[in-house]
């Protein structure tokens, strides 16, 4: 088999091309372009804000706290709306579900089939509790809201393993004022698994988790003030298993003698990726393996002499897109971005997402493998007074794979999960033979059903690696079989 590979800079571009000629294969990796100009996701009055993103089978999914219905006062609800790769709104943005309490600060995941949507919801001057809704993969709510705790808690953070969701939160059960990290385990039809459980008890103040799985366990991480009095506030990780039993104790990400807060985490496929603020103005990262090792030393992500705030990370499989608020003063923010590789590797130079006027706020980003969709609350229909929701489409990796005599007709074929360990499913096939094929071309499997288990014709497992589906009058796809 002969490969070609060329490499090209172009202005905002960065074009990595391989070509496979034995079986025609062509990936295109483009770093970064921005699809088109910031479009609004929704512009009503009396203030949006908080705005979180999943990618489910074709679209993006996308949600924030609105205050357009604010009754009683401040009693912001959360509503959503689907967002096509190419930027497109989907019908109107729509309410999750009427709650009499205020509800805010949302986050989701996706599992496949549903959503299960996250939010805080109670009425100052109480602290607020932990809510859950499923909403199908039509935006259909199923079944109504409920409690995730039955005690205080705030900033959720949710994610599901393949198996299971987990639902992390900051806890206020034991003192407000030396907060905890929660966990509970939630099936796949809603139901809790058994009851919340400690994940950090320790000493002052544990706040702001972030999780991700590797689609077996999870990793979890937070800002952690146990060592307040030599090094402020460090950041600290805990693996857990899928039924919520924690491996082993928490351990230390980073301890550096600066203050540390606002850690995110994505699973690449390979290790995780923790990214978090250092002196509350600077981006760092740190890679970690499945089994919890450090991999190497944390390394500097962005230390320009703007204040960096708010970062949040989603990967493609080959390389990690970091954005993050950035500027002095709260009406001249702009959201800003910054692509990693697997290594560790800064790819290209940080680059601008939104400059718009009167500021961009708290973005947020997830990836549906070949493009981001990067969101956040922006001031500029408002001067600044009201914020509305606002998103760019960022796309990193076209893929553009022809195996001979394919025909393609039709759209591309819609897989999940992707990257994936055990199977791959392909969404609305049934009774059509499908074709996979390895990196070389060479054929692995055909098969007449919507999954693939991962083995070859042999019925043996296939290794870890890039695979490609082909279906008659579908364009190919490229899946990634993590073990």
């Not at 706020?361 to 990067?374: I, N, Q, R």
């Amino acid at each position: 088999m002969k490969v070609s590979t060329e490499i090209r800079n172009t202005s905002n571009k960065f074009l990595y091309v391989k070509i496979l000629k034995y079986c025609c294969i062509l990936l295109l990796f483009v770093i970064p372009s921005l699809l088109r100009a910031d479009f609004p996701i929704c512009i009503q009055d009396s203030g949006q804000g908080s705005p979180a993103v999943a990618w489910g089978d074709t679209n993006y999914f996308v949600i924030w706290e609105d205050g357009r219905y604010p009754v009683p006062f401040n009693s912001p609800d959360i509503y959503r709306q689907f967002v096509t790769s190419a930027g497109t709104l989907i019908d109107t943005n729509f309410l999750v579900g009427p709650d009499a309490g205020a509800q805010s600060n949302p986050t989701l995941a996706y599992d496949g089939t549903n959503y299960l949507i996250v939010w805080e919801e109670g009425n100052f001057p109480s602290l607020p509790y932990i809510y859950a809704q499923l909403v199908s993969s039509e935006g259909v709510p199923i079944d109504n809201s409920f409690p995730v705790c039955d005690t205080e808690a705030m900033e959720p953070t949710v994610c599901w393993n393949g198996t299971n969701y987990l639902i992390v939160w900051r806890d206020a059960r034991n003192n407000f004022l030396e907060s905890d990290i929660y966990g509970q385990i939630v099936l796949p039809n809603g139901a809790l698994l058994d009851t919340n459980f400690a994940i950090s008890i320790a000493p002052e103040e544990q706040r702001g988790p972030s999780i991700a799985s590797d689609g077996t366990n999870y990793l979890v991480v937070w800002s952690d003030g146990r060592n307040w009095d030599t090094n402020y506030n460090d950041i600290y990780a805990q693996l857990i298993f899928q039924n919520g039993t924690l491996i082993d104790t928490n351990f230390a990400v980073s301890s550096s003698p600066n203050i540390q807060s606002d850690p995110v985490i994505a699973w690449n496929g390979v290790n995780y990726l923790v990214v978090w603020l250092e002196y509350g103005v600077d981006i760092y990262g740190q890679f970690i393996s499945s089994e919890g090792n450090l991999i190497d030393s944390n390394f500097i992500i962005s230390a320009r002499p703007n204040d960096q705030r708010y970062p949040s990370i989603a990967c493609d499989s080959v390389n990690h897109l970091v954005i993050w608020q950035e500027g002095h003063t709260w009406d001249s923010l702009d959201i800003y971005g910054q692509f990693v590789s697997q290594n560790g590797s800064l790819v290209d130079t940080i680059f601008a997402i939104s400059t718009a006027p009167y500021g961009q706020h708290m973005p947020a980003v997830d990836c549906s493998g070949e493009d981001y969709l990067v969101v956040w609350q922006d001031g500029r229909d408002e001067d600044g007074v009201d914020y509305d929701i606002y998103g760019n489409i960022i796309q990193t990796l076209g893929v553009e794979e022809t195996i001979q005599d394919t025909r393609n007709k039709s759209g591309r074929l819609k897989v999940f999960p992707n990257p994936f360990i055990s199977y791959v499913k392909i969404i609305g096939m049934s009774h059509q033979e499908v074709e996979i094929y390895d990196i070389s071309g060479q054929i692995v499997q055909r098969i007449k059903d919507s999954v693939w288990n991962g083995r070859n014709k042999n019925n043996k497992e296939t290794p870890p690696g890039i695979y490609f589906l082909k279906a008659k009058e579908y364009k190919t796809v490229k899946v990634i079989k993590l073990r």
